[in-house]
């Protein structure tokens, strides 16, 4: 009964491969994010979906391209991976963006999914 | 564009102490103001929120925080520290176009 969950939970890879990372909500969530934490633990917001349409994309490389085939899934996928994108990567959910519905926007996050690039 | 400051990177306390994390936001409109806690090889998961009401907000394992919407703040304390409050904690801020934005974080150590 995992509330948020994400696949792989470790990768491991080698330059220039393309890998996709899976994230599932089974919250009934309209809203969904990826996070990326880097070796400092700092925690930046990628992208956000609702209603499996893209409302937040932060400066990422073109290379990371979200897919959302749902609701309840937001996937990650990144081309040509590079050493710098080795990181914790997180995926969140949460019942609505902003501030508009009284604290809906609490988010959920997913175990993590730790990528190496070699 | 939003930003979020804390002020203390590692911060090192001995069992009983008391905690106060400083958390300082920087936007103009109206914000949802959130602390997470980051347990050693978990994910985060919500400490406490403020979105309206009494600006003095009461989390899970003691934990508060007071909104001070003049100086920007949303400030988490504890009185009395443990062990097992080790983590990282991440200040939080959202806005109503739903973007969200994260402090660096604050490593914090107990010692028992």
């Known amino acids: 009964d995992t509330a948020v969950s994400q696949t792989p939970k470790y990768l491991v890879t080698q330059m220039g491969n393309d890998k996709s990372i899976k994230c599932e909500q089974n919250?009934?969530?309209?809203?969904m994010y990826w996070y990326k934490q880097d070796s400092k633990k700092f925690l930046k917001i990628m992208f956000s979906?609702?209603?499996?349409?893209?409302?937040i994309n932060e400066t990422v490389p073109n290379r990371f391209s979200p897919k959302s085939p749902d609701k309840a899934h937001l996937n990650l996928h990144i081309n040509s991976l590079e050493l710098g994108d080795s990181a914790v990567y997180f995926c969140?959910?949460?019942?609505?963006?902003?501030?508009?519905?009284?604290?809906?926007?609490?988010?959920?996050f997913g175990p993590g999914t730790r990528l190496t690039v070699l | 564009a939003q930003s979020v400051s804390q002020h203390n990177h590692h911060v090192i306390l001995s069992e009983a102490a008391s905690l106060e994390l400083g958390c300082n936001y920087s936007?103009?409109?109206?914000?949802?103001l959130f602390w997470y806690v980051q347990y050693p090889g978990q994910h985060l998961q919500l400490l406490l929120k403020?979105?309206?009401?009494?600006?003095l907000v009461k989390g899970i394992k003691g934990f508060e925080a007071e909104f001070i919407k003049s100086k920007f703040s949303f400030n988490l304390r504890k009185p009395s520290v443990q062990w097992s409050d080790t983590a990282e904690y991440f200040c939080?801020?959202?806005?109503?176009?739903?973007?969200?934005?994260f402090g660096d974080g604050t490593t914090l150590t107990v010692k028992p």
């Open positions: 403020y979105f309206s009401g009494d600006p």
């Open positions: 969140a959910s949460s019942q609505a963006p902003g501030t508009s519905g009284g604290g809906t926007d609490t988010q959920y």
């Open positions: 979906y609702n209603n499996k349409e893209l409302i």
């Open positions: 936007y103009g409109g109206t914000v949802n």
């Open positions: 939080a801020v959202n806005t109503r176009a739903g973007k969200s934005t």
């Open positions: 919250l009934g969530h309209d809203t």
